[in-house]
């Protein structure tokens, strides 16, 4: 198995501009998460989804953030517009029923740099 | 929620046997306790999981005393490569939360 997947692996824009982050679950995997880590904050997470419903995006910092899941296979979150201090490392995680919310398999990561 | 304590960083040295301590005093009947640890530049990997007792695998063992307070994660002759972050957590039903870790650096 490939493992979860992130593209792309880094980005930098400009302050304003539109960000997109994407990401591709484990095959089977039916439960996906989106974390933010930064020195400051460490590994917060941001939203999770649960066979490509939304169930809690309470982490998820304002309205310039939003995440879709359109299928069991790929997840994207946007930041519009972005912000320097949106600059971090943002994961994608999956995990499988059965296995619990607690057995997460991350992905490498894309780590965000705005100016 | 079950809240973790664990010490903020530690330092071994080559070969030595590595215990990290977590306290989660207030940790549920059903709750498990699961250890994570993440690389420099890597997202966090899963290691190991239980619920009493102790259990271990290749990589780690966990030691879980019967009043469930506490836990340690034992990394057995670290080397250089087992310098990480290692998260304890505890719960089971509802979403899990990363605290800051245990900088664990291991010099040669």
């Known amino acids: 198995d490939a493992g979860v997947i992130q593209s792309p692996r880094h980005e930098v824009t400009e302050m304003g501009q539109e960000v997109t982050l994407r990401c591709k679950p484990i095959s089977g995997h039916n439960s996906l998460f989106w974390y933010r880590q930064t020195m400051m904050r460490g590994l917060e997470l941001l939203i999770y989804?649960?066979?490509?419903?939304?169930?809690?995006d309470s982490g998820m910092p304002e309205d310039r953030f939003s995440a879709k899941m359109p299928n069991a296979s790929f997840s994207t979150l946007k930041i519009q517009p972005s912000e320097p201090r949106d600059s971090a490392v943002y994961f994608c995680a999956s995990s499988l029923v059965g296995q619990g919310l607690y057995e997460q398999y991350f992905g490498p990561g894309t780590r965000l740099t705005v100016t | 929620l079950a809240k973790t304590t664990q010490p903020i960083s530690m330092d071994s040295y080559e070969g030595q046997e590595v215990n990290i301590t977590c306290s989660h005093n207030?940790?549920?009947?059903?709750?498990?306790i699961t250890w994570y640890q993440q690389f420099p530049s890597q997202g966090p990997r899963f290691i190991i999981q239980g619920y009493k007792t102790k259990v271990t695998n290749e990589v780690a063992s966990l030691f879980i005393p019967a009043d469930r307070k506490s836990s340690t994660l034992s990394l057995p002759r670290v080397s250089l490569s087992d310098t990480a972050v290692y998260y304890c957590l505890g719960g089971g039903s509802y979403i899990p939360t990363f605290g800051r870790g245990t900088s664990l650096i291991v010099h040669p």
């Open positions: 207030n940790i549920a009947t059903n709750d498990y």
């Open positions: 989804f649960n066979n490509n419903v939304p169930i809690d």
